[in-house]
């Protein structure tokens, strides 16, 4: 349905190569991201989930252990 719809577009190039560019950037952001992170945010980030603190219940907003 979509080839049929895209098909007879005349700008149907330009769309692949703005979708390519959109890829490109949100790609070099994430990877700038990544190198620009730092390193107690690492830690922190990987061990989150085998820490035991207490955690805000998502109904009643009171603290729970998990």
Do not use: C, H, S, W
Not at 32 to 39: L, R, S
Not at 42 to 66: A, S, W
Request: glycine share 4%; no cysteine; net charge positive.
């Amino acid at each position: 349905m979509f080839k049929e719809i895209l098909k007879d577009t005349p700008l149907n190039g330009v769309y692949a190569i703005i979708v390519m560019f959109l890829f490109i950037i949100a790609f070099i952001l994430i990877v700038i991201y990544t190198f620009k992170i730092k390193k107690q945010d690492i830690d922190y980030y990987k061990n989150i989930p085998l820490e035991n603190q207490q955690t805000k219940d998502t109904f009643g907003g009171q603290n729970v252990r998990k």
